[in-house]
């Protein structure tokens, strides 16, 4: 089975994997839009009234693949449910736009032959990813004023499924 590749090869913010040529029919990005695991951008009672707002802003620039969003989602809306019911309203203000690819090598007997091929090659799409800068909101949660400690270790919760650093800011 193919295991998930370190995501230390894709955190940096490169230009995006798009192929450029000097024939405009021939731009385009090849292999599709991988499926990706995010279910759900809004929880909660999006229609309320809330007098709070709670963001988890990234302190780096990188990408965040979307397995990683998604976990964080999924580990904060439980804290939340758990805790407060459906009394606030949870969105994941990014969307992972960014293809991640990657040129499959062979190891193995033999596989010195095959491997010495392109160089900067194109590669296949095996992931998607959020392109999020320095200072961009991930998540916005919005809770009535009694419910904020509640809504900081949701979020807490969720940076920690983040691979990078994250603050959280209380309005």
Same mark, same amino acid.
């Given at each position: ?7 230390a090869a894709y955190q940096n913010l490169e230009r995006p994997y798009t192929r450029i040529s000097k024939y405009t029919k021939k731009n385009y990005v090849r292999g599709g839009f991988p499926h990706m695991k995010i279910t759900r951008?809004? *929880?909660?009672?999006? %229609? @309320? %009234? ?11 620039? *990188?990408?965040? /693949? ?6 964080? /989602? *999924? ?6 449910? #758990? $805790?407060? &019911?459906?009394?606030?309203?949870? /969105? ?8 991640? /690819? ?7 007997? &033999? ?7 392109? %160089?900067? $090659? ?6 998607? $990813? ?6 961009? #909101?991930?998540?916005? !949660?919005? =809770?009535?004023?009694?419910? =904020?400690? =509640?809504?900081?270790?949701? !979020?807490?919760?969720?940076? @920690? ?7 959280? !800011? $209380?309005?």
């Amino acid at each position: 089975m193919v295991r998930l590749r370190k995501f230390a090869a894709y955190q940096n913010l490169e230009r995006p994997y798009t192929r450029i040529s000097k024939y405009t029919k021939k731009n385009y990005v090849r292999g599709g839009f991988p499926h990706m695991k995010i279910t759900r951008f809004d *929880m909660g009672s999006p %229609q @309320k %009234q809330y007098d709070t707002v709670v963001k988890l802003n990234a302190c780096r620039s *990188m990408n965040i /693949r979307h397995n990683a969003i998604e976990a964080a /989602r *999924m580990s904060s809306n439980r804290h939340l449910e #758990t $805790a407060l &019911g459906k009394d606030y309203h949870l /969105r994941v203000k990014i969307y992972p736009f960014h293809v991640l /690819r990657e040129n499959p090598l062979a190891s193995g007997a &033999g596989a010195d032959r095959m491997s010495t091929g392109m %160089q900067k $090659a194109y590669g296949k799409t095996i992931s998607c $990813a959020a392109r999020v800068f320095e200072g961009q #909101t991930i998540f916005e !949660l919005r =809770v009535n004023k009694q419910n =904020v400690r =509640v809504a900081k270790e949701a !979020l807490t919760r969720a940076a @920690k499924k983040v691979p990078c650093s994250c603050k959280i !800011l $209380a309005q």
